[in-house]
């Protein structure tokens, strides 16, 4: 396949300013007539007009009316040579949104039509220069069946609207703002829409609509609500205001990713819109809130400032990402009051970071390894990444913190002021924060966006008792990655703080200053190494670094047991609390499954008793505290990766806590009650969060109390966090009981597709509890004949497939190698279908060098069959030769 590379950028010698597209829809045979006014680019050099077409019939193509005279077609690339300033390009295209099955271009689903164009899709619907630095206004006509697709949506506002004959109908959508081909989008299908009308900052009242089938209107509230919020809160944060007359959602059950922030018309995922009490738990209705959020952030950060190439990828995602963090961090907060805010926002840092560790961390230490902003790619499709988006929102949120909230805001305002309407550069974005901020250096701090790999920042501090001073040293190293063998010191912000022998947090005073201030300071790590001397302390003090995770890296701090228990009972700061406890659990169950012990140390589990039992603590943050470290993250600490050992040393882990702790778990399912009707509240979340986890520590223990109390809960269940939550702890644990259980779920939601998925997943994700219990395999390999089992939906596939694949390491990595036959049996299927989705699946195993050598030994031939598969997409072929390299 071929590689594009960043610095082979250049501006495109024409460019398009208006185009007119006009859609008779046909689920066999769409037409697509688009008119583009084609417009010289004066910072160009000369040259042809370029357009990119794939996937479709080329049925006519005029230049000003006329045949054009020289017209060069390779593969996916039409050059014509033109003359003069402007000239009307017409091209009239036939597509066949029927046998679409990659979902990305025009698609049907459930009978309607659907387009997704990012990152290249528009170039499936007609032939354009699909390039995020074409931005042009756009004007469609969607014509369709009336009986079938009653609503026809595309961006903008709708300008006229009619019959025509034979049963059809028309709608026609202007949208005033310039836009790249990627935010194009169309809708004509049978749906009802939410509606809601809302007053903007500046007083213009705008029309919100969240469309969706018919029979799902009772699931779009928390959806539309989430969009009020957002709306208000980048008025009242970023001072952004709507810009359309209209917005709208629109759900479908068919989409690759999670949702897409189309110019006034955003299409999701019905995963990320639905939510009602009997079907969505806690978590998605936090996840629905966040995704509409995201997109909607979006119209700023994206749509009225654009990416220049698809390199820059992050410039609109870690941007938008930070700020849904900060968005749903602050919903949080609100909701819990004074009282309880900071420990709300200290949850949802824990959960964005744990996202991070467990996605980003190991993605960053394998062969797809790639900074934030990246050289190269094969597929863009693949770059859609956790570095992008989770790495790229760190990589802002230092930026935040350097420049603080202030100088933030005032960065944010220039770059608006500069570049509204334009596709630019991520040092645009860092410039202007610069200037902002009266010239602030942010050079060294560039190379956040141009090196790979997750930096170690190594920690040891000495006391000095005679004057009082604690020297702390830092020193910074990112390991090689692949093309990247030497890297360079990088701007670092390190929270600190100094926690005394009485477990209070000390006033911090360097040495230089005249008096004590904060008890939390960022320093800056720039070198490869420094020492910063705190002094004024009169008894030697326990370092808190990296408070609130100030930076993506891994911090390499010597801590005896004795010191981790001592931080898990006082650290000041929530987010290091937690982080406390997670380093111990990490390092009793890598003992265990390194075979260094064969039992739970008693000063662990007295740690972990005392968290339990501090009900002074929010519930949401003893669930976290309590939570072991998800396990690829735990996997990728282990060198070499022994799935199995780790396996064993969970289950051994969960079941001690669970039987040790038994009557604390107990007590806490017991006095966890939440009274009244169910509410999407974090307080309640919180303590639903708990309930479920004792419940799955109790399940875990095997003792029949623990597996009785499930069942129980399971039955009287008046709400699906419950509900699932009692099934997830029966379906992880030897209970006879689970079966019938997990039959009696189905029965409820046969007709549910998005509760099958949490089934499907459920069953995926088991572990085995027993001696001769049932391989996740075997149960999968039935499910894939399931009735509700479709390889063509994305979301059946991630929830059966994906999770079998990336979220049951221990299952998967059989020693027979059966997994990874399996595995590459699947990724072949899918990628006749669907490259996208495959290659998602086909990352499950690209870290694969990182396992034991008797893995690594079945593992080669499967990605090897899978790479000589004929017709192998570019998406999985990047993959999996990357892997393999
Ligand atoms: N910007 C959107 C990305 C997206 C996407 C990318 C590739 C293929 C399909 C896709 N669907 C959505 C989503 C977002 O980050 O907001
Ligand atoms: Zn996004």
Excluded at 142 to 153: I, M
Aim: hydrophobic content about 45%; aromatic content about 10%.
């Amino acid at each position: 396949p071929q590689t594009i590379q960043r610095a082979d950028y250049q501006p495109l010698s024409w460019t398009v300013d208006t185009v007119d597209l006009h859609f008779a829809l046909d689920a066999g045979a769409t037409v697509v007539t688009n008119r583009m006014r084609c417009v010289r680019n004066p910072d160009a050099a000369p040259g042809p007009i370029r357009l990119w077409g794939e996937a479709m019939e080329r049925l006519e193509l005029t230049v000003d009316g006329a045949q054009p005279v020289a017209l060069r077609e390779t593969g996916a690339l039409l050059e014509i040579d033109a003359a003069g300033e402007s000239v009307m390009v017409e091209v009239r295209t036939r597509v066949d949104p029927r046998a679409n099955t990659t979902l990305s271009g025009l698609y049907l689903s459930s009978g309607g039509f659907f387009t997704q164009c990012e990152a290249e899709g528009f170039r499936r619907i007609t032939w354009f220069p699909d390039r995020p630095d074409v931005m042009a206004r756009y004007t469609v006509t969607l014509e369709a069946d009336r009986e079938a697709c009653p609503v026809l949506l595309s961006n903008g506002n709708l300008v006229g609207q009619g019959e025509l004959p034979n049963g059809r109908h028309y709608a026609k959508w202007e949208d005033p703002f310039p836009k790249p081909s990627y935010l194009f989008a169309l809708v004509a299908a049978r749906l009802v829409a939410l509606e809601r009308k809302v007053r903007t900052l500046s007083g213009r009242e705008v029309l919100l609509q969240v469309w969706v089938e018919e029979g799902n209107l009772d699931r779009c509230e928390h959806a539309m609500e989430a969009l009020v919020n957002s709306m208000r809160w980048d008025e009242e944060t970023f001072g952004l205001e709507l810009d359309l007359d209209r917005f709208m959602i629109v759900a479908v059950a068919d989409f690759n990713m999670g949702a897409m922030e189309n110019k006034g018309l955003n299409i999701f995922n019905t995963k990320f819109v639905l939510a009602k009490p009997d079907t969505a738990t806690d978590v998605d209705y936090e996840n629905v809130e966040s995704v509409v959020a995201h997109e909607y952030f979006h119209n700023w950060t994206g749509n009225r400032v654009t990416c220049r190439d698809w390199f820059q990828l992050t410039l609109k995602e870690g941007l938008t990402v930070f700020r849904d963090q900060q968005f749903s961090a602050d919903m949080l907060a609100r909701a819990a009051g004074p009282e309880g805010a900071a420990s709300a926002r200290a949850v949802k840092r824990i959960d964005d970071v744990r996202v991070l560790r467990a996605a980003q961390f190991p993605e960053d230490g394998g062969p797809m390894a790639h900074p934030i902003r990246p050289d190269s790619y094969q597929e863009i499709n693949n770059f859609y990444t956790a570095t992008v988006y989770e790495k790229g929102a760190e990589v802002i949120r230092m930026l935040h913190t350097l420049l603080g909230q202030e100088g933030f805001r005032n960065g944010m305002d220039l770059y608006f002021s500069y570049f509204d309407g334009q596709a630019v550069t991520c040092d645009d974005f860092v410039e202007v924060m610069s200037e902002a901020n009266n010239g602030f250096d942010l050079d060294q701090f560039m190379r956040w966006y141009s090196q790979a790999g997750t930096p170690r920042v190594k920690a040891s501090g000495t006391w000095n008792a005679a004057d009082g001073c604690y020297a702390l040293t830092l020193s910074q190293h990112t390991p090689a990655t692949p093309g990247q063998p030497d890297k360079l010191p990088l701007v670092i912000p390190v929270a600190v703080g100094l926690i005394g022998p009485d477990g209070r947090d000390l006033p911090l005073r360097l040495e230089g200053e005249t008096q004590a201030g904060a008890t939390t300071r960022v320093l800056k790590l720039t070198e490869e190494a420094q020492v910063f001397r705190f002094i004024g302390l009169a008894a030697e003090p326990v370092p808190s670094l990296l408070r609130g995770f100030s930076a993506p890296v891994i911090l390499e701090l010597d801590e005896d047991d004795a010191r981790l228990a001592f931080r898990m009972a006082h650290d000041a700061d929530p987010f290091n609390r937690w982080d406390a406890a997670q380093r111990y659990a990490e390092r009793v169950v890598l003992a265990m499954a390194g075979g260094a012990s064969a039992g739970l140390p008693q000063a662990f589990v007295n740690a972990f008793r005392a968290l339990l039992a501090d009900t002074r603590l929010d519930p949401a943050f003893r669930a976290q505290a309590l939570a072991l470290p998800a396990e690829p993250y735990l996997l990728e600490r282990m060198s070499p990766a022994d799935p199995g050992a780790l396996r064993t040393a969970l289950i051994a882990v969960m079941g001690a806590l669970g039987r040790e702790l038994a009557g604390d778990w107990l007590r806490v399912v017991d006095g966890m009650q939440v009274s009244g009707p169910y509410r999407y509240h974090p307080g309640d979340a919180g303590k639903r969060a708990l309930v479920n986890l004792a419940l799955r520590y109790l399940c875990a223990g095997g003792q029949p109390s623990g597996l009785a109390l499930a069942e129980a809960r399971f039955a009287a269940a008046t709400n699906m966090t419950e509900r699932f939550g009692a099934l997830a702890a029966l379906v992880q644990s030897s209970s006879p009981a689970r079966g019938a259980a997990l039959l009696a779920f189905h029965a409820r939601y046969r007709n549910d597709a998005l509760v099958l998925d949490k089934w499907f997943a459920l069953q995926a994700g088991a572990w085995r509890w027993e001696e001769g219990g049932e391989p996740a395999l075997d149960r999968v390999r039935v499910l894939l004949s399931d009735p509700a089992f479709s390889l063509a939906n994305p979301n059946k596939v991630y929830a059966l497939l994906g999770t079998y694949f990336r979220a049951n390491p221990g299952e998967f990595h059989l020693a027979d190698g059966s997994g990874y036959a399996f595995w590459a049996d699947q990724v072949i299927a899918l990628d006749a279908r669907n490259p996208q989705v495959a290659a998602r699946m086909a990352r499950a195993l690209e870290n694969w060098r990182h396992y034991a050598p008797a893995l690594q030994a079945r593992i080669r031939p499967q990605l090897e069959r899978v790479l000589a598969s004929p017709g192998l997409s570019p998406d999985v072929a990047e993959i999996v030769g990357k892997a393999l390299q």
